[in-house]
């Protein structure tokens, strides 16, 4: 549990963004290392044993091994991984839902022991989708609704209508394809290989978590959105700290603040040390420690890191004198300096040696060509009490931050596939400054390592033929809101309020049209009409959050 915040906190809460961007970049640099900044990851539990081991079925397109570290010559296997699909908060128990990974559908259902399962999203019947199914009120296993066969939390099936004997239902060929699937860090990770070898793996590898965020001193909520383009494209721009001041100038950063950022990698004989033998399996990389903003150059507190095939994330790491000293950088009046540094003080006293964390997760995730899905989250373990939001508040913050990327992106990628960029990196981009050498890192991985899609998709760029209006570019309903329990809920209520606000508009004006003119009663039932209709316009507006909003860049000049 996380203390309330105190009221003489609250005129401080405007000062957050300041303080809290000054804390990512101002400490000393003489009290780090390289080494404090690299995570620990462990992994949590393994893969539910499967009841039946079964052949892959097509699903991929690849033989290739999936080794514990690659070596020069070998291609990352990205069916022999343990992908985060979805929130596992935000699935719906009585509502199998579809997910995409590498070109193959999935559907993600829970059994009657409220175990979540996934299963390759094609009846074996006729190949309708399961994730259309329903979860069976008597037996809690998922049936197909187009004619009502039933399988189990293996993909065993357990009924067909239509047969007068067992037998067709006991033949292997009327089993659903399962899935191996587990819950970490509140997250849903399926393996998708299927065959005997990659069943087998999935009981040895882990899943790319952060431990730390399973702590319950740290604040931050997960986030989901379907994106306009492709992962390698999500990717490069995660690990492109350059674009914040500009791409997402008045929300999270500000054009003033662009500049050189002078990022190093760390050399790949530092990457298979004990302390980063887990994050860098797989030919991940390292930054080493570097800072935002140029007069802090020999502050650096931040690393940012890849752990193939999904996870990057940014780290910075603090003291709690290391914030003070922050404090006291900041450009703000003597009160508010000291109002700041008793809190920074009351949060940290009661363990000054703990080491204090901010992070940035994203994982990236293939779903389609041309399209892909990102799952994030912000958090940190101190001054958590400032900021505070409710989830869907949250998110529709975290919305205006994508909705900066996402046309840009978009088109940039567009341009990439028309001109075969992504083959031929050095030659068709002009990347001079250390800012681009997270860009170049990627890029070299992944000219080694193309995604293996599934049977039958072809990577071209996604369907790039007809240009999408912005309208489905920042569209935010089918890409976040249906997934999402608290924007659901959130969107549920909102739509309520508009139509109560107005329906007590249209009674109130009823009553200040029945009452004599003039009357102080009806001059009061008058005005109370248009607050309402005012309420309900609030409601209006806000309620478009939760689909789309317009973002031009050329005017957020806030
Ligand atoms: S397609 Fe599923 S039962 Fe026929
Ligand atoms: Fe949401």
Same mark, same amino acid.
């Given at each position: 549990?996380?203390?309330?915040?105190?009221?003489?906190?609250?005129?401080?809460?405007?000062?957050?963004?300041?303080?809290?961007?000054?804390?990512?970049?101002?400490?000393?640099?003489?009290?780090?290392?390289?080494?404090?900044? =690299?995570?620990?990851?462990?992994?949590?539990?393994?893969?539910?044993?499967?009841?039946?081991?079964?052949?892959?079925?097509?699903?991929?397109?690849?033989?290739?091994?999936?080794?514990?570290?690659?070596?020069?010559?070998?291609?990352?296997?990205?069916?022999?991984?343990?992908?985060?699909?979805?929130?596992?908060?935000?699935?719906?128990?009585?509502?199998?839902?579809?997910?995409?990974?590498?070109?193959?559908?999935?559907?993600?259902?829970?059994? @009657?022991?409220?175990?979540?399962?996934?299963?390759? !999203?094609?009846?074996?019947?006729?190949?309708?989708?399961?994730? *259309?199914?329903?979860?069976?009120?008597?037996?809690?296993?998922?049936?197909?609704?187009?004619?009502?066969?039933?399988?189990?939390?293996?993909?065993?099936?357990?009924?067909?209508?239509?047969?007068?004997?067992?037998?067709?239902?006991?033949?292997?060929?009327?089993?659903?394809?399962?899935?191996?699937?587990?819950?970490?860090?509140?997250?849903?990770?399926?393996?998708?290989?299927?065959?005997?070898?990659?069943?087998?793996?999935?009981?040895?590898?882990?899943?790319? $978590?952060?431990?730390?965020?399973?702590?319950?001193?740290?604040?931050?909520?997960?986030?989901?959105?379907?994106?306009?383009? @492709?992962?390698?494209?999500? $990717? *490069?721009?995660?690990?492109?700290?350059?674009?914040?001041?500009?791409?997402?100038?008045?929300?999270?950063?500000?054009?003033? @603040?662009?500049?050189?950022?002078?990022?190093?990698? *760390?050399?790949? @004989?530092?990457?298979?040390?004990?302390?980063?033998?887990?994050?860098?399996?797989?030919?991940?990389?390292?930054?080493?420690?570097?800072?935002?903003?140029?007069?802090?150059? !020999?502050?650096?507190?931040?690393?940012?890191?890849?752990?193939?095939?999904?996870?990057?994330?940014?780290?910075?790491?603090?003291?709690?004198?290391?914030?003070?000293?922050?404090?006291?950088?900041?450009?703000?009046?003597?009160?508010?300096?000291?109002?700041?540094?008793?809190?920074?003080?009351?949060?940290?006293? &009661?363990?000054?040696?703990?080491?204090?964390?901010?992070?940035?997760?994203?994982?990236?995730?293939?779903?389609?060509?041309?399209?892909?899905?990102?799952?994030?989250?912000?958090?940190?373990?101190?001054?958590?009490?400032?900021?505070? &939001?409710?989830?869907?508040?949250?998110?529709?913050?975290?919305?205006?931050?994508?909705?900066?990327?996402?046309?840009?992106?978009?088109? *940039?990628?567009?341009?990439?596939?028309?001109?075969?960029?992504?083959?031929?990196?050095?030659?068709?981009?002009?990347?001079?400054? !250390?800012?681009?050498?997270?860009?170049?890192?990627?890029?070299?991985?992944?000219?080694?390592? &193309?995604?293996?899609?599934?049977?039958?998709?072809?990577?071209?760029?996604?369907?790039?033929?007809?240009?999408?209006?912005?309208?489905?570019?920042?569209?935010?309903?089918?890409?976040?809101?249906?997934?999402?329990?608290?924007?659901?809920?959130?969107?549920?209520?909102? =739509?309520?309020?508009?139509?109560?606000?107005?329906?007590?508009?249209?009674?109130?004006?009823?009553?200040?049209?029945?009452?004599?003119?003039?009357?102080?009663?009806?001059?009061?039932?008058?005005?109370?009409?248009?607050?309402?209709?005012?309420?309900?316009?609030?409601?209006?507006?806000?309620?478009?959050?939760?689909?789309?909003?317009?973002?031009?860049?050329?005017?957020?000049?806030?």
């Amino acid at each position: 549990m996380v203390a309330p915040a105190p009221r003489w906190c609250t005129p401080v809460v405007a000062l957050l963004p300041l303080l809290l961007g000054a804390v990512t970049a101002l400490l000393p640099a003489a009290t780090l290392h390289v080494r404090q900044h =690299r995570l620990q990851l462990h992994a949590i539990g393994s893969a539910q044993p499967l009841l039946r081991q079964r052949h892959a079925l097509g699903m991929s397109t690849t033989a290739a091994p999936a080794p514990a570290q690659l070596s020069a010559g070998e291609n990352f296997n990205y069916w022999r991984a343990w992908w985060p699909v979805a929130i596992a908060e935000d699935l719906q128990p009585d509502v199998p839902e579809r997910v995409e990974l590498l070109g193959e559908a999935l559907v993600l259902w829970r059994d @009657s022991n409220k175990q979540w399962r996934a299963a390759v !999203d094609r009846c074996p019947h006729r190949m309708a989708p399961l994730s *259309e199914g329903i979860i069976h009120p008597k037996t809690g296993n998922l049936m197909c609704t187009y004619h009502g066969w039933e399988f189990d939390g293996d993909g065993t099936c357990t009924n067909i209508p239509q047969a007068t004997t067992d037998a067709a239902a006991a033949s292997r060929r009327a089993c659903a394809q399962s899935v191996p699937v587990q819950i970490a860090t509140g997250l849903v990770w399926v393996w998708p290989d299927t065959s005997p070898e990659g069943l087998a793996e999935s009981k040895i590898k882990r899943p790319a $978590i952060v431990a730390d965020m399973d702590l319950p001193d740290y604040n931050g909520y997960w986030y989901v959105r379907d994106q306009p383009y @492709s992962y390698d494209v999500l $990717i *490069e721009n995660l690990g492109d700290p350059a674009h914040l001041p500009f791409a997402h100038h008045g929300v999270i950063s500000n054009r003033k @603040s662009g500049a050189p950022l002078g990022i190093t990698m *760390e050399p790949p @004989s530092a990457l298979f040390g004990p302390d980063a033998k887990n994050l860098h399996a797989n030919g991940g990389y390292l930054s080493k420690p570097f800072a935002f903003m140029p007069a802090l150059r !020999d502050t650096p507190n931040m690393v940012m890191g890849f752990e193939p095939p999904t996870l990057f994330y940014y780290k910075s790491t603090y003291t709690g004198d290391m914030l003070q000293d922050v404090v006291r950088r900041l450009p703000l009046p003597p009160p508010f300096k000291a109002l700041g540094r008793f809190m920074v003080g009351r949060d940290t006293k &009661k363990n000054p040696d703990k080491p204090l964390h901010l992070y940035f997760v994203g994982y990236s995730i293939p779903t389609m060509p041309g399209k892909s899905r990102l799952i994030l989250r912000n958090c940190r373990n101190f001054l958590t009490f400032l900021g505070k &939001k409710s989830r869907a508040a949250d998110h529709i913050r975290q919305h205006l931050v994508l909705d900066g990327d996402n046309a840009l992106l978009h088109y *940039e990628e567009r341009e990439y596939d028309r001109l075969g960029v992504k083959d031929r990196l050095e030659s068709s981009l002009y990347l001079p400054t !250390d800012a681009d050498t997270p860009v170049r890192a990627w890029r070299q991985w992944y000219q080694k390592n &193309k995604i293996q899609w599934a049977c039958g998709v072809e990577d071209r760029g996604g369907d790039k033929e007809a240009v999408p209006p912005r309208e489905v570019l920042l569209e935010r309903y089918h890409a976040h809101t249906k997934h999402c329990s608290a924007c659901r809920a959130a969107l549920a209520a909102t =739509r309520k309020k508009r139509k109560l606000s107005l329906g007590a508009a249209a009674v109130l004006l009823a009553i200040a049209a029945a009452l004599p003119g003039g009357t102080r009663a009806s001059v009061a039932a008058a005005a109370m009409a248009v607050a309402a209709a005012g309420a309900s316009y609030r409601q209006q507006q806000h309620e478009r959050e939760f689909h789309y909003v317009e973002y031009i860049h050329a005017m957020r000049d806030v």
